[in-house]
């Protein structure tokens, strides 16, 4: 089944899910509990950020000093594969980058614990959510410029400064490389690593009953690209990857909104050693998808490749690597499982979308692979 991170497309509330935070809670009694354990500190304020789609997110201050807390409460859909990603991810770009991330105090992937959840403390960075502060103005090209050179740099030192691993997956506490967060791979080749995904979502397709309508037609599409050969691409380098790097998880400095700059990157629970590609899939929609302004996105491939970060312009073969994401990515929609709701007219409506286009993109990957 595909999960949703925070940039894949429509993340909709229209549709109603038994969503990752189903059954899941946390009470300020059981965070006195945690914070007097692993601190030795007492709560002095409590609050629950309603942002989160895959976890439950509190903001704490204690009596004993200034310092601010992050208590990060895990989801259901996973089992210690994402809480050991994040803290790995963490200790990784601490030990070998000057990127603004939080600090691990404690953390538990073991949701047998005595609080029944898998949990993360942080400390909490400075600066407003960038998602926060573009609901209420637009910024400035000039704005915009100036975070995008902040992210520029920060994303250089992901790709060269942190050692890179010859496999795809995400970040195992051990610090080795595992399975992604759906517990398949690792994979050692890009092909590997589209062709299992294809097939899970097959699994998928002939599991929930949402997909009934379009099934048949669906598995066809995919004996079709079963029998699609294609090079291993070994020019496509695997590198360290935020998995989910859009304004949401942006933290920026708002005292001069002419001049921006990021105060720190959260929520690294989706990274991992991934093909370079993945992250204009992944990552940067608002700068890559800017309506107003085809600039930003000139601008934001311009600086990336000062740094020698390749880009879409610069990948080989990046318009095949596209198809495969489309088709991946619309096999079986991860927002059409576990609905509530599976009778919405709106369910018809994107299971025919989803068919169109894994049909659609078939037929350009055999013209584009001839």
């Not at 921006?260 to 929520?267: F, H, N, Q, S, Y």
Request: aromatic letters at 12%.
């Amino acid at each position: 089944m595909s999960v949703c991170n925070s940039s894949s497309a429509d993340c909709s509330t229209t549709l109603e899910r038994d969503g990752p935070t189903y059954g899941i809670s946390f009470t300020r009694t059981q965070a006195d509990t945690l914070f007097r354990q692993y601190l030795n500190q007492n709560i002095a304020s409590f609050e629950f950020i309603d942002t989160g789609y895959n976890n439950l997110i509190f903001f704490i201050n204690t009596v004993e000093n200034t310092e601010r807390y992050v208590l990060k409460i895990g989801g259901r859909y996973w089992n210690r594969i994402k809480t050991e990603a994040e803290v790995q991810a963490l200790e990784l770009l601490t030990k070998y980058t000057t990127i603004p991330v939080p600090k691990v105090l404690a953390y538990s992937s073991d949701r047998n614990n005595e609080y029944g959840v898998e949990w993360i403390l942080m400390t909490r960075l400075p600066g407003k959510n960038m998602s926060i502060v573009c609901k209420v103005q637009e910024l400035s090209f000039n704005a915009k410029k100036s975070i995008m050179r902040d992210l520029a740099d920060y994303v250089a030192q992901m790709h060269f400064r942190i050692p890179r691993f010859n496999q795809i997956g995400a970040f195992r506490i051990d610090g080795e490389i595992g399975t992604d967060l759906n517990q398949l791979g690792p994979w050692s080749t890009y092909e590997q690593f589209v062709r299992d995904r294809v097939q899970a979502d097959a699994i998928t397709l002939n599991k929930d009953p949402v997909f009934a309508p379009i099934k048949d037609s669906m598995l066809d599409a995919i004996h079709q690209f079963d029998k699609l050969r294609f090079s291993s691409l070994i020019n496509l380098p695997f590198v360290f990857s935020h998995g989910d790097l859009d304004i949401q998880n942006i933290l920026i400095s708002t005292d001069d909104l002419e001049s921006p700059r990021i105060t720190g990157i959260v929520d690294w629970e989706w990274a991992g050693s991934f093909p370079c590609s993945e992250e204009y899939f992944t990552s940067y929609q608002y700068f890559l998808q800017d309506d107003n302004n085809d600039n930003v996105r000139i601008f934001f491939f311009e600086e990336l490749e000062k740094r020698n970060v390749l880009t879409p312009r610069t990948i080989e073969r990046f318009s095949l690597l596209e198809k495969f994401n489309r088709l991946v990515t619309n096999i079986a929609l991860w927002d059409l499982t576990d609905l509530i709701n599976s009778a919405h007219p709106l369910v018809k409506k994107k299971l025919d979308n989803s068919l169109s286009t894994v049909q659609a993109v078939i037929l350009e990957l055999k013209d584009e692979l001839k």
